[in-house]
């Protein structure tokens, strides 16, 4: 081993920002602690041992056999840290690298299909094909977008991009595409007061209040309802969307939030799904300084909500 290679084996800050960890999640920092706490505690051993047996020999086995039992204790647990965070580095690269090749063709796959429609004549079952392709193509989409977005946020460097804007104009552009739609003549309700401006990442709120929204519709029946509201409650802006829909099974609620869950009684509306949505929402809320939660009866429907501080 070369010079550079053992100052870089050294260089504990380094390596911790490979890992992309914090110091206290770091292997090699929590290694040299446990360095430090392991002489301070021999020392201390040393002492008070001298001042018990008084015979130095005696006195010099004990403070030997502790160290040792300390070092091969220490070396065990920071080793296993070391392999997870190794393990983890290598599943976050593994994500980044397949999520990323996959979003062009997908992409492409979604305009080719388009433009086929448009340029082919189809007749009724055709059709039938073409919307099952794109609706699996929009899926795929989805879940990678999904994937990639958990990995980013599993990243400590992770930053959301904060500033001032409207959630009044960020809510309006949402609802635009949500008034009623069209293929389940489910009808979308609006309760919105005007609220203040607040500082927070408006493309990353956007995709909790969409999902929101879109998980209400997917999840209520023809001819059913849905309301969104959005008011301020003291120092909060509060955001709210009931549906009439199917709602969660009382025993899985304390999961609806997990990662790669969903409720059982979603495959009676859609058979696939990442089980990331509601996740990442979570996540998304929580460390933009807020809090989310939800209200829910089976077959009756559920209320999903955050609230988040105006600053």
């Given at each position: ?87 983890n580095q290598m599943k ?134 849905v309301e969104v509201r ?82």
């Amino acid at each position: 081993m070369d010079k550079k290679s053992i100052k870089d084996q050294l260089n504990v800050f380094k390596l911790c920002k490979n890992y992309d960890l914090p110091l206290f999640k770091c292997p090699q920092f929590l290694f040299l602690v446990m360095g430090v706490i392991i002489i301070a505690v021999i020392l201390l051993t040393y002492t008070i041992g001298e001042e018990i047996f008084g015979e130095p020999m005696v006195v010099l086995a004990i403070v030997t056999g502790e160290a040792l039992i300390l070092f091969i204790v220490g070396y065990a647990i920071i080793s296993g840290f070391e392999k997870m965070a190794e393990v983890n580095q290598m599943k976050s690269d593994f994500v980044d690298l397949v999520t990323h090749q996959l979003r062009s063709p997908l992409t492409t796959l979604k305009w080719g299909f388009e433009d086929l429609r448009q340029e082919v004549e189809t007749n009724e079952e055709q059709d039938k094909y073409f919307e099952s392709l794109q609706g699996n193509v929009e899926k795929m989409s989805e879940m990678v977008n999904n994937l990639l977005m958990l990995s980013r946020m599993d990243q400590e460097g992770h930053k959301f991009e904060l500033k001032k804007f409207s959630v009044n104009e960020l809510l309006d552009g949402i609802l635009e595409n949500y008034l009623v739609d069209e293929n389940k003549d489910v009808k979308v309700k609006r309760d919105i007061e005007e609220v203040p401006e607040i500082t927070s990442d408006p493309a990353q709120l956007e995709i909790v209040m969409d999902n929101f929204v879109s998980n209400a519709i997917k999840y209520t029946p023809k001819g059913g309802e849905v309301e969104v509201r959005l008011k301020q409650e003291g120092k909060d802006i509060i955001f709210e969307v009931e549906d009439s829909g199917i709602g969660i099974p009382k025993e899985e609620q304390h999961k609806v939030f997990a990662k790669f869950e969903r409720a059982s009684n979603v495959s009676k509306v859609e058979q696939t799904g990442s089980g990331l949505g509601l996740f990442l929402t979570k996540e998304i809320v929580t460390k933009l300084g807020g809090k989310i939660g939800f209200d829910s009866v089976e077959d009756e429907g559920s209320t999903f909500w955050f609230k988040l501080p105006i600053k």
